[in-house]
Structure formats: structure tokens, C-alpha cells
């Protein structure tokens, strides 16, 4: 039974209690992520291929004060005309419940509702972790890394977004427990920058959903929280490294500029980067996305009974 102050989907509770698999999408990604109307067409494809994979697709967010675990079509659709919506990390979970707004959830709070309602696969695009020059300047490493440390969900991405510093956000994951599995791959994803020249390593490769499931389901039996499954971005779409840090090395002066820090950071970075590779960086984002939905949704039946 999921506690009285959280709202499940009449078609998500049917599932868990009948153990048929589910996965949890975030609401981030379609407020903050993506602009109109590529967030609506994303965040439908995601449900899609959840539901093409055989699962339930459960996609997270605060309404007027509820915890929702489950938004309908509308309520989705809702979500992504708006502007100005709250966005939530795990600390302004409170705050939107105790206060009655509407908020969408990033990794961390997306996991810890997830978590709440008893699902375990969530899929998203890339986790937040530590910003580039976090150390001494800014402090900025995302609360997503910290919910990864405690909670046990399995998050399906892309890797980190490449916006970030990679190697100092894997050296956290490793600080804090967090298993990096890499799905028929060696190398930690870079979100929407093509995978050739990638160098920096996952902690173990997988090679089907079973072989994730077993060792996630091990991870959480052991005492583990969460855990990452990464794979890259499609090559077709991917964009190419060296294009890719030119257009970031201008977005990031801006978002300097404009004083984008803290929560907008990130927002502000992905909207220049996809004005400056004139769309590239958003057709990467959302193909890898869905993709991450489709595999989340064969790691979800991979479970089984099994946890
Ligand atoms: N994945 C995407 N686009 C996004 C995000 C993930 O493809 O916008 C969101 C997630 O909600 C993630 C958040 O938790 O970005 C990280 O924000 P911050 O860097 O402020 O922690
Ligand atoms: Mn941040």
C-alpha cells in the first residue's frame, strides 16, 4: 500500500499490485528540459515505448500539492504549456506538498516518489552531478547523485549531461556506492555528444536486462540505494565532440551572463545549446530518451517477481 499522502494512477496501482512491470518517467526534463512542443511529442513517445516494451509508463510530479505517480494525458499535456512551473529536487519536495503547488520533479525527487509508490525502473535522459569548476567556486553537484546514494531505483540514462564535468561526477558516484552498469558498453555515456574518442569508464558492462536486473536486485539486497544503467545515444543523432564543446564554451559564458545559476543552470544551458547547434542538441536528447524508456522497460520485465 503506498502511503495515504501519495497519489498512484488507478492503472499504475493495478500493475504493482498484480507485480506486472512498471516504469517511472520524470517531469523535469518535459518543464525545463525541452521546449514546447518537443516536450509534449517526447514525453508521449517515452510513454510509448514504455508501453510498446510491455510496462506501465508512470510518469512523476507534484499536483496542486499531491505527490503523483501516474499523470494522465491531460495533466501531461498541461505540464508542458505551462511556463513558470516549479522545478523540484528531493529538498523542495516539502515545500510544494506543504505550500499546494504544482511542481515537476527532477532524478532525485522523481526517485524518491518512485521509490515511495514501489517502482523501481525509472528512465530519463542524463542525471545532473557535479557542474563544471563546482569545486570552490559555484558548489554545484546536483541533488540527483545524492538521492542515487540512498534510494533504491534503477535509473536508465544517457550517462551524465555533458554540460557537466564527467570524470569528478563519476569519481562521486563512486564515493557514494552508486554502480555505473553500462549496457553493452565499456564507457560512461556523455548524454548527447556521439560516444567515438569517449574514454572514461563504467564500473561494470552488462550485456542483456537480465544481467542488469541481477546485479541491481544483488546492489539493493546487499544494502545498496540506486544505481545508473547507461547507454549512448544513438550515433546517428549523437553530436560530434568537437562541435559539441564549441557550443558549449559559448553557452556556458552566457548562462555566466545572464547570472543562471543554481537551479536555472542547467535549463539555461540546455535552451542555448540547442539555439547554437540549431537543433541537434534537442534531437539527440529526445531520441535518447526514448531509447532509455524501451530499455527500461525490458530491465522492468527482466524483474520479474525477483525483488
Ligand atoms: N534529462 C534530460 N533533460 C533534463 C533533465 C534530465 O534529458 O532537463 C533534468 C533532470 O530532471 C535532472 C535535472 O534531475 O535536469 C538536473 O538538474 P540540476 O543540474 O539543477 O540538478
Ligand atoms: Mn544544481
Redesign the pocket.
Request: glycine residues 16%; negative net charge.
Given at each position: 500500500m503506498p502511503p495515504d499522502w501519495l497519489t498512484v494512477s488507478d492503472e499504475v496501482a493495478a500493475a504493482l499490485s498484480a507485480g506486472r512491470p512498471v516504469v517511472a518517467l520524470?517531469s523535469?526534463?518535459v518543464t525545463?528540459?525541452l521546449p514546447w512542443p518537443t516536450n509534449r511529442d517526447t514525453a508521449r513517445e517515452a510513454e510509448a515505448a514504455v508501453r510498446a516494451g510491455g510496462a506501465v509508463p508512470a510518469t512523476v510530479a507534484v499536483w496542486h500539492g499531491r505527490p503523483t505517480v501516474g499523470l494522465s494525458s491531460p495533466q501531461l499535456d498541461e505540464l508542458a504549456q505551462t511556463s513558470g512551473v516549479m522545478k523540484a529536487?528531493r529538498r523542495d519536495l516539502g515545500a510544494a506538498v506543504g505550500l499546494g503547488r504544482t511542481a515537476a520533479t527532477?532524478?532525485?525527487a522523481t526517485m524518491a516518489l518512485a521509490h515511495a509508490a514501489g517502482v523501481r525502473v525509472f528512465a530519463?535522459?542524463?542525471?545532473?552531478g557535479a557542474h563544471r569548476a563546482a569545486e570552490g567556486v559555484s558548489w554545484d553537484v546536483?541533488?540527483?547523485l545524492t538521492e542515487l546514494a540512498r534510494t533504491p531505483v534503477l535509473v536508465v540514462c544517457a550517462g551524465a549531461?555533458s554540460i557537466l564535468d564527467l570524470p569528478r561526477t563519476l569519481e562521486l558516484l563512486e564515493t557514494l556506492g552508486v554502480p555505473v552498469l553500462g549496457y553493452r558498453t565499456d564507457r560512461f555515456p556523455r548524454f548527447t555528444v556521439a560516444d567515438e574518442g569517449n574514454a572514461l569508464p563504467v564500473s561494470v558492462r552488462v550485456e542483456s536486462p537480465a544481467e542488469a536486473a541481477a546485479a541491481f536486485a544483488a546492489h539493493v539486497r546487499l544494502g545498496g540505494g540506486g544505481a545508473l544503467l547507461t547507454q549512448p545515444c544513438a550515433a546517428d543523432v549523437a553530436v560530434p565532440a568537437g562541435e559539441y564543446e564549441a557550443a558549449l564554451g559559448r553557452a556556458l559564458a552566457d548562462a555566466d551572463r545572464a547570472h543562471a545559476h543554481g537551479?536555472a543552470?542547467?535549463p539555461f544551458v540546455?535552451a542555448r545549446l540547442a539555439e547554437l547547434t540549431e537543433g541537434r542538441t534537442l534531437t539527440a536528447?529526445r531520441a535518447l530518451?526514448v531509447a532509455n524508456a524501451r530499455l527500461a522497460a525490458a530491465v522492468a520485465q527482466a524483474f520479474g517477481g525477483k525483488m
Open positions: 520524470e523535469t526534463l525545463h528540459g529536487s527532477t532524478v532525485s530519463t535522459g542524463g542525471i545532473g546536483s541533488a540527483d549531461k537551479p543552470a542547467t540546455l536528447n530518451i
